[in-house]
């Protein structure tokens, strides 16, 4: 699935790479509508195992969602307004969300660590004073750096550094087997 999509994608990534076009396109596009035909119930069922307060839960639900508007979308007459092309880059950047999903929901993983460090900064700044201090104009010119707060740039760069299969391979699980 996650090469299909790449397939789509690549010449966001590979200077050389030509989109693909004509029968080519068809049948990626044929390919990236059955992907998400049979990935989104098993995304929303993995998602659904999960706490209702779940930020995992919550973001792998709207991302199905998603899935299922852009599957809608060619009976809305969405492919003959933007081109074939962009649908099927459309389609292809949301099943690739939602591989990295179906990873993280299918592990039980209720809040992944950039989540977390989102919500610990978030908690913070909401109650530091110097957080929150501004001048008259409502401006924060000069004020001082917190030193109070979670790490906030060590936290959430190492969060985005780890993948899904980082986090599959903590917690013992093999990545191999959800994708």
């Not at 039980?108 to 700044?125: K, M, P, V």
Request: proline fraction near 7%.
């Amino acid at each position: 699935m996650r090469e299909t999509a790449h397939r789509v994608l690549a010449p966001d990534t590979v200077p050389d790479a030509v989109p693909p076009v004509g029968e080519e396109l068809d049948a990626l596009t044929a390919a990236l509508r059955g992907h998400l035909e049979r990935l989104s119930p098993e995304v929303e069922q993995a998602a659904g195992r999960l706490p209702k307060n779940s930020p995992t839960r919550a973001t792998a639900l709207a991302c199905v969602g998603e899935a299922r508007g852009k599957l809608r979308a060619p009976e809305l007459g969405f492919v003959m307004l933007t081109g074939g092309v962009m649908y099927t880059r459309r389609l292809a950047r949301v099943l690739a969300a939602l591989c990295d999903h179906c990873d993280i929901v299918s592990a039980g993983i209720e809040e992944t660590l950039e989540q977390t460090a989102f919500r610990h900064l978030s908690d913070h700044q909401s109650r530091c004073r110097t957080c929150k201090a501004v001048d008259d104009d409502g401006m924060k010119p000069g004020a001082p750096l917190c030193r109070g707060g979670p790490p906030q740039g060590r936290v959430s760069a190492g969060a985005r550094s780890l993948t899904a299969a980082d986090l599959l391979i903590r917690r013992g699980r093999s990545a191999d087997a959800t994708a």
